[in-house]
């Protein structure tokens, strides 16, 4: 297992090289997507004038306090608190958000499923898993909501912002195939068998 630092945008070559138990810190720029993002995106059509080739995404509906626009807060808004959500019910975006947008970094909690682990291997993605309970320490690594798109899902608006030192994350879903969410059910599974084999119990 080794530690990447990774600076936003990066390479496919880069993403290959990540393994399920890595970890990663992320540099530079992370944006934020959840739902109403998606659905917007995918099924509605509409497109968003950020360009995501090569960066990650977290999953996020962030508490943000509305404000002048200014230096400090150029897109009008200060953060308050930017945690993570569930990623199991955007599972039917990936691969689209992969091969239409480029993305190569997914940022979630709790894991995603088959079709997601397939786009990651054919298209060359991974997934960082955080877990829950750290939003407060999330937001620390986020300097500045530097933009916004699709402001009028607020508060599931397409986030733009600035990180410094956003890590460091487990990779949890590799482009290799291997998932720890797979090898931690495996394990599970082998333990509850072998208790119940002690017990004489099928």
Known sequence: M???????????????????????????????????????????GRTTRFDLEGHAVIHTAPNVRKVEVSE????????????????????????????????????????????????????????????????ALETTWIEQIEDVDLDDLNPESLWKFRIRDFGPLLVAMDSHGASLYDQISDDVQSRRDAILASLGAS
């Open 2 to 44: 080794a530690h990447y630092e990774l600076d936003m945008p990066v390479t496919q070559a880069q993403i290959r090289e990540l393994h399920v138990g890595d970890t990663v810190t992320l540099q530079k720029t992370l944006f934020g997507i959840r739902d109403a993002t998606y659905i917007a995106m995918f099924d509605k």
């Open 72 to 135: 400090e807060f150029p897109a009008g808004y200060q953060s308050v608190c930017i945690g993570t959500t569930t990623s199991s019910r955007m599972e039917r975006f990936t691969r689209q958000l992969m091969s239409q947008c480029g993305v190569r970094i997914i940022i979630g909690k709790g894991g995603m499923h088959e079709g997601s682990l397939k786009a990651f291997q054919e298209l060359g993605g991974v997934y960082l898993g955080i877990v829950g309970g750290t939003a």
